[in-house]
């Protein structure tokens, strides 16, 4: 099998596999990040996911930022959210378990009515899905009639509902390219939508809701083309310009990778700036050695894994505190107490079904 750390690759069936098999492959992959000790009892949780997994006709998704233990074992498919998305679209299985967060479960709910769609925990929630409602977004469609909205991936099922179209990090900019319009509303990740608004030469504004009212600040440019709202990814966020300018004082030969969820300073500080996947195979591509990733940390971790060769320099101190709720114990229990289920409202998910679908055709 391909050690590389491949998004579409169909992980081989290993429900034949004895527990001793599976703890040595997990050895050979994962010790240099996991300790023996832990490797020893995932394994046994391994082997029960796999063999639930058959039994029960599920798909595992895995998103590039579980940890290495989970990622490399149970997922049929890993990536970033837009491919994770696309397997979600495509899959014939019965039983989609998502090793992600919420927004991802229901981006998968929202494709396939008709299975059932189990997220992990019920705490894997995100910071950019919490900063927006679909009553922001009515608002903002009142102030700005006829302007097309974009909405990153990153939010609930009733926000997609009032948008037009999705985007994720990885198409934000052929998204809006796509539209065709002077101006758009983007939302609701302040920085993706400078980064998209400095990479597409555009204006951006931010209005503030004032009263209940939605306003625009009074030195607003008259020629404004995005319009901004002000989420953060509470993990991205954290890095700064300092953080680079340290790295590469103390490894003069890193090269800096940036999520666009990073602020348009990290990024123009960087060397490269993609979604999860885009980073992982820019490491994977590159004849350079040492790489700091500017991203959640466990992805560090399954580069290394199945890249030994690379060195990867990551600030760890930050983590993404819904992503961590994934567990192989409670993947385990997913399975067996078929939970949690993920619903959308029909009414909704037929509406936001469209702006997904939107982008799918897009790529
Ligand atoms: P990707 O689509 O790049 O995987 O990003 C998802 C995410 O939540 C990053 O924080
Ligand atoms: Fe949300 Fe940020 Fe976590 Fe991604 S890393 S799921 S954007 S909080």
Same mark, same amino acid.
């Given at each position: 099998?391909?050690?590389?750390?491949?998004?579409?690759?169909? $992980?081989?069936?290993?429900?034949?596999?004895?527990? =001793?098999?599976?703890?040595?492959?997990? +050895?050979?992959?994962?010790?240099?990040?996991?300790?023996?000790?832990?490797?020893?009892?995932?394994?046994?949780?391994?082997?029960?996911?796999?063999?639930?997994?058959?039994?029960?006709?599920?798909?595992? @998704?895995?998103?590039?930022?579980?940890?290495?233990?989970?990622?490399?074992?149970?997922?049929?498919?890993?990536?970033? &959210?837009?491919?994770?998305?696309?397997?979600?679209?495509?899959?014939?299985?019965? /039983?989609?378990?998502?090793?992600?967060?919420?927004?991802?479960?229901?981006?998968?709910?929202?494709?396939?009515?008709?299975?059932?769609?189990?997220?992990?925990?019920?705490?894997?929630?995100?910071?950019?899905?919490?900063?927006?409602?679909?009553?922001?977004?009515?608002?903002?469609?009142?102030?700005?009639?006829?302007?097309?909205?974009?909405?990153?991936?990153?939010?609930?099922? =009733?926000?997609?509902?009032?948008?037009?179209?999705?985007?994720?990090?990885?198409?934000?900019? +052929?998204?809006?390219?796509?539209?065709?319009?002077?101006?758009?509303?983007?939302?609701?990740?302040?920085?993706?939508?400078?980064?998209?608004?400095?990479?597409?030469?555009?204006? /951006? /504004?931010?209005?503030?809701?004032?009263?209940?009212?939605?306003?625009?600040?009074?030195?607003?440019?008259?020629?404004?083309?995005?319009?901004?709202?002000?989420?953060?990814?509470?993990?991205?966020?954290?890095?700064?310009?300092?953080? *680079?300018?340290?790295?590469?004082?103390?490894?003069?030969? $890193?090269?800096? @990778?940036?999520?666009? =969820?990073?602020?348009?300073?990290?990024? =123009?500080?960087?060397?490269? &700036?993609? &979604?999860?996947?885009?980073? $992982?195979?820019?490491?994977?591509?590159?004849?350079?050695?040492?790489?700091?990733?500017?991203?959640?940390?466990?992805?560090?971790?399954?580069?290394?894994?199945?890249?030994?060769?690379?060195?990867?320099?990551?600030?760890?101190?930050?983590?993404?505190?819904?992503?961590?709720?994934?567990?192989?114990?409670?993947?385990?229990?997913?399975?067996? @107490?078929?939970?949690? *289920?993920?619903? *959308?409202?029909?009414?909704?998910?037929?509406?936001? @079904?469209?702006?997904?679908?939107?982008?799918?055709?897009?790529?």
């Amino acid at each position: 099998m391909d050690t590389k750390l491949e998004s579409t690759i169909e $992980v081989e069936k290993p429900s034949t596999r004895t527990v =001793e098999e599976i703890y040595q492959e997990m +050895k050979a992959k994962l010790h240099d990040v996991v300790p023996e000790f832990e490797l020893r009892y995932k394994a046994e949780l391994v082997k029960e996911i796999l063999e639930l997994k058959a039994e029960k006709n599920a798909v595992i @998704l895995g998103h590039n930022y579980m940890e290495p233990a989970l990622f490399h074992t149970i997922p049929d498919f890993k990536g970033d &959210s837009l491919e994770l998305a696309r397997k979600a679209a495509a899959t014939d299985k019965d /039983i989609i378990v998502f090793c992600g967060v919420k927004f991802m479960a229901e981006t998968a709910k929202i494709l396939n009515p008709d299975k059932t769609v189990l997220l992990p925990s019920d705490k894997a929630g995100c910071s950019l899905a919490e900063s927006i409602t679909a009553e922001d977004v009515r608002q903002l469609k009142a102030r700005f009639p006829g302007v097309p909205v974009v909405t990153y991936i990153n939010t609930y099922a =009733e926000v997609k509902a009032e948008s037009d179209i999705c985007c994720t990090s990885s198409n934000a900019v +052929k998204v809006v390219e796509s539209l065709k319009s002077d101006t758009i509303i983007f939302l609701p990740d302040e920085y993706l939508a400078k980064n998209v608004a400095r990479e597409t030469g555009k204006h /951006i /504004i931010f209005p503030v809701v004032r009263n209940g009212r939605m306003e625009l600040p009074a030195d607003t440019e008259l020629d404004y083309q995005i319009i901004g709202w002000r989420g953060r990814c509470e993990v991205h966020e954290k890095f700064t310009v300092d953080d *680079v300018k340290n790295a590469r004082r103390q490894f003069p030969d $890193v090269v800096v @990778l940036a999520h666009p =969820e990073c602020s348009p300073e990290v990024v =123009e500080a960087a060397d490269f &700036s993609g &979604s999860t996947t885009a980073m $992982v195979r820019y490491v994977e591509k590159s004849p350079a050695r040492r790489f700091l990733l500017l991203t959640e940390c466990s992805m560090g971790d399954n580069i290394i894994a199945a890249n030994p060769d690379k060195e990867i320099v990551r600030l760890c101190s930050v983590r993404c505190p819904h992503m961590n709720q994934i567990t192989l114990e409670d993947t385990l229990k997913a399975l067996q @107490l078929n939970q949690y *289920v993920i619903d *959308v409202p029909e009414p909704i998910r037929v509406r936001a @079904l469209r702006a997904v679908q939107r982008m799918l055709e897009i790529g």
